[in-house]
């Protein structure tokens, strides 16, 4: 019997049918595991997962590989973005136990849940002999099996442990961190490190508010040339938009195709706010078209954001979106064929597979001449019309609360820059007045979203799939994403709703997943537990749930003054500052957010009848410095605590401006106000 059939996730229900006796993550599986004295196999992947899907090809679609599972486990299966407590609790045995972690994760546990074997993906034979032998020994060497779970469980609790050492995230520690990222850095390709390369956005977003603070080059430099690799290689989308989860070679050229909410929230954030600091036509570009994705192709009228595009197309990587040369002719001509043979370095020969290519741009079209300009967007168009008539990749339409939240806060900073360069004579006037329209209304769209659904009484769940919340509470990454997204909002629209919104959630956080020494755990005190309670301060893929929650506790405290909010975040700042120290690669959240503190974060109060149009609120957001906090509206506007006591200067619009505590006078030009912006 396979009882996936009634569930939220996309990727339980992509196992439905298999003739696997699938249960859900629950306490009645555990149960039966006991009453029939079988160990429990736990697999874990999500629906845009590659590899995930070869291995339930080859194996949990099986007749025999099914039976052989239903005979001697109880089989689980886990969504881990829907679980990412689950996740994390057995990646951390994973790789305790053979080095190395990934998806689909593959674990045998007790039926208390203590794990005592883990791996990732096992072909076919090797899954097969696999079972047959954890069959084995769990009847006739039970004693050493659960010697080694328990060898486990307490390898898992040392790596997830709280209380270690701290210190102050000062300036020498945040300039000794842009030291070590220089240090790493690929000065070819951009980015760090080797294959696969993934997006490195939160260190993007680092060294950019480094830059800004102390004016260093270097970190804008690394920033400008990473983002401009980026966007000119195969894992940014050349025709639609969006980027691709990582690259599998060092430059950038072949994507693993799936394209992943979180990653295109952060990265629009990155290209935002290098147009913003540059004015780079690139940035602009990809900004716009990344929102563009977001809204066109991620965001679900009425509801948020679904979480991710698949990897796969009809069960082949890349179906959707390689090409040939002959393609290319037939989809455009012989002319615009071989030109955009040559502009998207398309070969005979392929980059990807059986001599197929993935569009890399391989000329400068944004400089470039208007009437280049003019078939190059041509070309980009008749393209796009000729791949929406292949097959498509599907969509896990699953709505997670946490990357709503980074997405939400991306598309309020986009909105902010792209209203200050708006120019009815800009060539793409029209395109970016309608990007920027379908993008606000599907940021509000996923706020009342967040807010009418996923909030049951006042505690955050993670996941809503068609307008329905799912079971799974939120961990405190939902907590912290969706706080400072609130605070983001306030700023966006003056409504005070979504400021106390925001505080209720991070009280929530304090009261239900603080830890010792001011860090935190990632699952509430009254959450499920496991066989260890997870509490990982590393910046990997997406923010650690402490970074999020210290950004939205910075973001708060400066909008109503509330210190005790600021101290909760440099107390966990504190726990988090050796990793910045020694490995800033896997801490760019929290450095970013330490560089607001560093910063002030500075508090920037416009009070004025037209906070649309008002230059003030524009200079205020040209010019902001790290992790500033910018309102504008009318004076002593309710729920609106930077406005309170702040009235117009003799009739005009005034601007205050606030940090470490210290008000400077009010000012009422442009002028003064970049000066004390400066």
Same mark, same amino acid.
Request: hydrophobic letters at 45%; a negative charge; aromatic letters at 8%.
């Given at each position: 019997?396979?009882?996936?059939?009634?569930?939220?996730?996309?990727?339980?229900?992509?196992?439905?049918?298999? /003739?696997?006796?699938?249960?859900?993550?629950?306490?009645?599986?555990?149960?039966?595991?006991?009453?029939?004295?079988?160990?429990?196999?736990?697999?874990?992947?999500?629906?845009?997962?590659?590899?995930?899907?070869?291995?339930?090809?080859?194996?949990?679609?099986?007749?025999?590989?099914?039976?052989?599972?239903?005979?001697?486990?109880?089989?689980?299966? @886990?969504?881990?973005?829907?679980?990412?407590?689950?996740?994390?609790?057995?990646?951390?045995?994973?790789?305790?136990?053979?080095?190395?972690?990934?998806?689909?994760?593959? @674990?045998?546990?007790?039926?208390?849940?203590?794990?005592?074997?883990?791996?990732?993906?096992?072909?076919?034979?090797?899954?097969?002999?696999?079972?047959?032998?954890?069959?084995?020994?769990?009847?006739?060497?039970?004693?050493? @099996?659960?010697?080694?779970?328990?060898?486990?469980?307490?390898?898992?609790?040392?790596?997830?442990?709280?209380?270690?050492?701290?210190?102050?995230?000062?300036?020498?520690?945040?300039?000794? !961190? =842009?030291?070590?990222? !220089?240090?790493?850095?690929? !000065?070819?390709?951009?980015?760090?490190?080797?294959?696969?390369?993934?997006?490195?956005?939160?260190?993007?977003?680092?060294?950019?508010?480094?830059?800004?603070?102390?004016?260093?080059?270097?970190?804008?430099?690394? #920033?400008?040339? #990473?983002?401009?690799?980026?966007?000119?290689?195969?894992?940014?989308?050349?025709?639609?938009?969006?980027?691709?989860?990582?690259?599998?070679?060092?430059?950038?050229?072949?994507?693993?195709?799936?394209?992943?909410?979180?990653?295109?929230?952060?990265?629009?954030?990155?290209?935002?706010? $290098?147009?913003?600091?540059?004015?780079?036509?690139?940035?602009?570009? $990809?900004?716009?078209? #990344?929102?563009?994705?977001?809204?066109?192709?991620?965001?679900?009228?009425?509801?948020?954001?679904?979480?991710?595009?698949?990897?796969?197309?009809?069960?082949?990587?890349?179906?959707?979106?390689?090409?040939?040369?002959?393609?290319?002719?037939?989809?455009?001509?012989?002319?615009?064929?071989?030109?955009?043979?040559?502009?998207?370095?398309?070969?005979?020969?392929?980059?990807?597979?059986?001599?197929?290519?993935?569009?890399?741009?391989?000329?400068?079209?944004?400089?470039?001449?208007?009437?280049?300009? =003019?078939?190059?967007?041509?070309?980009?168009?008749?393209?796009?019309?000729?791949?929406?008539?292949?097959?498509?990749?599907?969509?896990?339409?699953?709505?997670?609360?946490?990357?709503?939240?980074?997405?939400?806060?991306?598309?309020?900073?986009?909105?902010?820059?792209?209203?200050?360069?708006?120019?009815?004579?800009?060539?793409?006037?029209?395109?970016?007045?309608?990007?920027?329209?379908?993008?606000?209304?599907?940021?509000?769209?996923?706020?009342?979203?967040?807010?009418?659904?996923?909030?049951?009484?006042?505690?955050?769940?993670?996941?809503?799939?068609?307008?329905?919340?799912?079971?799974?509470?939120?961990?405190?990454?939902?907590?912290?994403?969706?706080?400072?997204?609130?605070?983001?909002?306030?700023?966006?629209?003056?409504?005070?709703?979504?400021?106390?919104?925001?505080?209720?959630?991070?009280?929530?956080?304090?009261?239900?997943?603080?830890?010792?020494?001011?860090?935190?755990?990632?699952?509430?005190?009254?959450?499920?537990?496991?066989?260890?309670?997870?509490?990982?301060?590393?910046?990997?893929?997406?923010?650690?749930?402490?970074?999020?929650?210290?950004?939205?506790?910075?973001?708060?405290?400066?909008?109503?003054?509330?210190?005790?909010?600021?101290?909760?975040?440099?107390?966990?700042?504190?726990?988090?500052?050796?990793?910045?120290?020694?490995?800033?690669?896997?801490?760019?959240?929290?450095?970013? $957010?330490?560089?607001?503190?560093?910063?002030?974060?500075?508090?920037?109060?416009?009070? #004025?009848?037209?906070?649309?149009?008002?230059?003030?609120?524009?200079?205020?957001?040209?010019? !902001?410095?790290?992790?500033? @906090?910018?309102?504008?509206?009318?004076?002593?506007?309710?729920?609106? /605590?930077?406005?309170?006591?702040?009235?117009?200067?003799?009739?005009?619009?005034?601007?205050?401006?606030?940090?470490?505590?210290?008000?400077?006078? /009010?000012?009422?030009?442009?002028?003064?106000?970049?000066?004390?912006?400066?």
């Amino acid at each position: 019997m396979n009882r996936l059939v009634d569930a939220t996730s996309p990727y339980l229900l992509q196992h439905a049918d298999n /003739p696997v006796d699938w249960w859900p993550w629950s306490d009645e599986a555990f149960a039966e595991a006991k009453r029939r004295d079988v160990p429990v196999l736990i697999s874990v992947g999500y629906a845009a997962c590659h590899w995930c899907h070869v291995m339930a090809h080859e194996s949990f679609e099986n007749e025999q590989v099914g039976a052989l599972m239903n005979d001697n486990f109880v089989s689980i299966k @886990v969504d881990r973005e829907e679980r990412p407590d689950v996740d994390a609790v057995y990646m951390t045995a994973t790789q305790a136990m053979t080095g190395q972690g990934g998806w689909p994760m593959t @674990v045998f546990a007790t039926p208390d849940g203590t794990p005592f074997f883990c791996g990732t993906y096992f072909p076919r034979p090797n899954f097969v002999q696999l079972l047959q032998s954890v069959t084995t020994a769990w009847r006739e060497q039970r004693e050493a @099996v659960l010697g080694q779970g328990a060898a486990v469980v307490e390898a898992i609790g040392g790596a997830q442990a709280v209380g270690g050492p701290t210190a102050p995230l000062d300036a020498p520690l945040l300039d000794a !961190a =842009a030291g070590r990222l !220089a240090g790493e850095y690929d !000065a070819t390709n951009g980015g760090f490190g080797g294959a696969p390369k993934f997006p490195p956005h939160m260190n993007m977003l680092f060294l950019l508010r480094h830059h800004q603070r102390t004016g260093d080059p270097r970190s804008l430099e690394i #920033t400008r040339h #990473t983002a401009e690799a980026m966007a000119r290689g195969g894992i940014y989308d050349q025709l639609a938009g969006g980027f691709a989860r990582y690259s599998v070679d060092a430059h950038w050229t072949v994507p693993h195709f799936e394209k992943m909410l979180y990653d295109n929230a952060l990265l629009l954030r990155v290209y935002t706010q $290098v147009w913003r600091l540059t004015g780079d036509p690139l940035a602009r570009r $990809v900004a716009r078209d #990344t929102a563009r994705f977001l809204a066109d192709e991620l965001h679900r009228p009425g509801e948020g954001f679904a979480s991710a595009l698949d990897a796969d197309t009809e069960g082949v990587e890349g179906l959707t979106y390689a090409w040939t040369p002959a393609q290319l002719v037939e989809a455009l001509g012989e002319d615009d064929g071989r030109w955009a043979t040559d502009l998207f370095a398309v070969t005979e020969e392929g980059t990807f597979e059986h001599g197929m290519s993935v569009l890399r741009l391989a000329r400068d079209v944004d400089d470039a001449a208007p009437e280049t300009r =003019a078939r190059w967007q041509q070309v980009v168009g008749r393209l796009l019309s000729a791949r929406d008539t292949r097959p498509q990749p599907a969509r896990d339409d699953k709505v997670v609360a946490a990357w709503n939240g980074l997405a939400i806060t991306a598309i309020v900073e986009f909105l902010q820059v792209a209203a200050l360069s708006a120019s009815p004579q800009d060539e793409d006037a029209n395109l970016m007045e309608g990007v920027t329209i379908v993008a606000d209304g599907a940021l509000r769209d996923a706020a009342e979203h967040l807010a009418a659904v996923h909030l049951v009484d006042g505690r955050l769940r993670r996941v809503s799939r068609n307008g329905k919340v799912g079971d799974p509470a939120g961990v405190l990454e939902d907590y912290g994403c969706v706080a400072e997204a609130f605070c983001a909002l306030h700023q966006l629209t003056g409504e005070g709703r979504w400021l106390t919104l925001a505080g209720e959630l991070l009280d929530a956080a304090l009261a239900h997943f603080a830890a010792p020494g001011g860090a935190f755990y990632d699952t509430a005190d009254d959450a499920e537990r496991l066989v260890a309670r997870p509490a990982d301060p590393t910046d990997n893929a997406t923010p650690s749930g402490r970074s999020a929650l210290i950004a939205g506790l910075v973001a708060y405290a400066a909008l109503t003054g509330e210190t005790r909010y600021r101290e909760a975040a440099e107390a966990a700042l504190a726990t988090v500052a050796p990793i910045v120290g020694q490995h800033p690669r896997f801490a760019g959240y929290a450095a970013m $957010v330490g560089e607001a503190l560093l910063s002030g974060p500075y508090e920037i109060a416009v009070a #004025t009848d037209d906070p649309a149009g008002d230059p003030l609120v524009a200079a205020a957001h040209r010019h !902001a410095p790290p992790g500033a @906090v910018v309102v504008a509206g009318r004076p002593d506007q309710p729920g609106v /605590p930077l406005l309170a006591d702040r009235p117009l200067v003799d009739g005009r619009s005034a601007a205050y401006v606030c940090r470490g505590f210290v008000c400077q006078r /009010p000012v009422t030009s442009v002028e003064e106000l970049v000066a004390e912006l400066g």
